[in-house]
């Protein structure tokens, strides 16, 4: 290579070789600092300044009321509430993930790729509109409407609508992850466990699961964030029923509504902590699975 | 749908896979998503015309199709200089600033709308520093606009950071080596090979400002024919129960998103086709 000809091959270290290979490849300095600084002027601008101001709103009146307002019943039971729909939207979309994956990934059919189309579809579809849909099949006017009533069954403006509508947004996040990661390992180690001996369930608890553990979990995480976080198509089913069919989003609203602002944001606080947390746990796994990747 | 199995396919568990996989999808998002169709055919063109053609709804398109392609042009240009700083350059802080990149992913949208609206209204820490310059943002079309940056952030980075870490290094070296300036070597080497990836940001950060409506709402202030967004109008519809006319407004929202689904999908396999050909 001809940047290594001027330097004896002993000499360079692996680092400093980078460096010198870099030199043609880097930008002036003047620009280097200007892009940087353009960066993250940006990035705190529009993303640490209203992180923080989450924190300050809902800290700014002191502790005591910050309490009071995560403590407040309605907010307690928009708590439970947010729970609950994670608790059902991410073990349904798990497995419908593992099973999607599973069939697109180890086998071959025609359609695979509209297949794959299909499941990305709710990403693309306005929150709003990923609510209407259940309104149209399921509320007063709609197909199923007339006989739920009959049968005394809610489903608009009660829990069934908040969960499917909460399972439509986040439908695509686990199938998504395991999709291209399944698809990279084959399916050797499959047919290897097979060969030996194993039953259909051993080889997916002792080969498959270990395989796509990080990915998997990966996954779950931005579902579950999505799923609690929710607003758009939660607001359009849930019809805001305070104790009882709001859930965390919805409650900052009202509360922001009712120009209760520390209520609001005291909430949002929370949201906030989960989306941090979220992160974090995203920013482990990407270490993590990197990792693996070079020590293999 | 004709299924062909390969022969010596000797994994188990393809017709339950797949069958639940049909089965779900056809209950959550198939079903329920022709059901809109199916209402909307039960208007005559009329009917359908007035509805999605009326003055409040048409203002309504052009703040929300205007606003999201600004958006996305803005996270398109900062996307790139921010993907390109957190690949290339080493400075204080870049792992953090890493990881906050998917913020607008993980904070509900709710809560990213109240926060802007704080702060940029008048008493807001932006909001009061912009006040003496003449400049309102909450409660106007550009309070919609900073919502709409904030929210398709991280999908211009997301996108050109695999690309740029995956430039061959050789390539820069050749140009600079033949006399390019470093300018030139960015317009004419770099920017190419980028330019794939970073139409599919665009897009895939247009289409998602474009649905968007928990971020909005609150700093829009929402006034008719100014800075009311399509989604509004849509919910404005449903709590008048004026079902037909809430859905065929939304057809044409997802007319649009089919398209640009197709758009993104298109330039995704291109991107990797350029990519395995590099």
Not at chain 1, 169 to 179: K, S
Not at chain 1, 279 to 293: A, D, M, S, V, Y
Not at chain 2, 108 to 125: C, M, N, Q, R
Request: with cysteine; charged share 15%.
């Amino acid at each position: 290579m001809w940047d290594t000809l001027s330097y004896p091959e002993a000499l360079v270290e692996p680092g400093q070789r980078s460096r010198v290979r870099r030199g043609v490849r880097e930008e002036p300095a003047a620009v280097r600092y200007l892009l940087i600084g353009a960066a993250l002027l940006f990035v705190g601008l529009m993303l640490i300044v209203p992180l923080s101001s989450v924190f300050y709103e809902a800290l700014k009146k002191g502790l005591d009321v910050y309490f009071k307002a995560i403590t407040d019943p309605d907010a307690l039971s928009s708590i439970r509430l947010t729970l609950l729909v994670a608790a059902v939207a991410v073990p349904a979309n798990l497995v419908f993930g593992v099973a999607a994956a599973w069939a697109i990934t180890k086998f071959e059919f025609r359609g695979k790729n509209f297949l794959i189309t299909l499941i990305d579809l709710p990403f693309s579809i306005s929150p709003v509109i990923s609510g209407l849909i259940y309104v149209l099949v399921f509320g007063l006017q709609g197909w199923l409407g007339p006989w739920l009533a009959e049968h005394d069954i809610k489903v608009i403006f009660a829990l069934p609508g908040i969960f499917l509508a909460t399972i439509f947004v986040t439908f695509p996040f686990v199938a998504r992850e395991l999709i291209p990661l399944m698809q990279a390992q084959g399916k050797e180690e499959e047919e290897a466990a097979l060969v030996l001996g194993a039953s259909g369930w051993q080889m997916f608890r002792r080969v498959t699961l270990p395989n796509i553990k990080w990915g998997l979990l990966y996954g779950v995480i931005l579902c579950n964030a999505r799923a609690m976080g929710e607003f758009g198509a939660v607001s359009v089913v849930s019809g805001h029923v305070r104790g009882m069919t709001n859930t965390m989003p919805l409650h900052v609203e009202i509360a922001y509504n009712e120009y209760n602002f520390t209520a609001a944001f005291a909430v949002a606080s929370l949201l906030a902590l989960l989306a941090l947390v979220t992160l974090l746990l995203k920013t482990f796994i990407e270490w993590r699975t990197r990792r693996n990747t070079i020590s293999l | 749908m004709g299924l062909t199995l390969k022969p010596h396919n000797v994994l188990p568990g393809f017709g339950l896979a797949l069958g639940f996989t049909l089965f779900y999808l056809s209950l959550i998002v198939l079903i329920p998503l022709s059901a809109a169709f199916i209402k909307t055919a039960t208007l005559t063109w009329e009917q359908f015309w007035a509805a999605v053609s009326a003055p409040r709804v048409v203002a309504s398109y052009q703040l929300s199709f205007g606003a999201s392609l600004l958006a996305a042009l803005i996270n398109a240009f900062f996307g790139l200089i921010l993907a390109w700083v957190l690949v290339r350059y080493s400075f204080v802080g870049k792992r953090i600033v890493d990881a906050l990149v998917d913020l607008p992913f993980a904070l509900p949208t709710a809560v990213a709308g109240i926060a802007l609206t704080a702060l940029y209204s008048e008493k807001g820490w932006i909001g009061q520093l912009l006040q003496p310059l003449g400049i309102k943002v909450s409660f106007t079309p550009l309070g919609v606009l900073v919502a709409l940056v904030f929210i398709g952030l991280p999908f211009v980075v997301r996108t050109l950071q695999p690309v740029i870490e995956e430039l061959e290094p050789e390539l820069e070296e050749a140009a600079a080596i033949l006399g390019a300036s470093r300018w030139q070597t960015f317009t004419r080497v770099i920017f190419p090979a980028l330019l794939p990836a970073l139409l599919t940001g665009f897009t895939i950060s247009f289409a998602r400002a474009l649905g968007e409506y928990g971020s909005v709402i609150f700093i829009a202030g929402n006034m008719p024919m100014i800075s009311e967004i399509t989604p509004l109008i849509i919910i404005t519809k449903l709590e008048q129960y004026d079902y037909a006319g809430a859905t065929a407004i939304a057809v044409v929202m997802l007319m649009a998103s089919f398209t640009l689904l197709l758009l993104i999908n298109y330039l995704q396999w291109k991107t990797r086709k350029l990519n395995a050909t590099a």
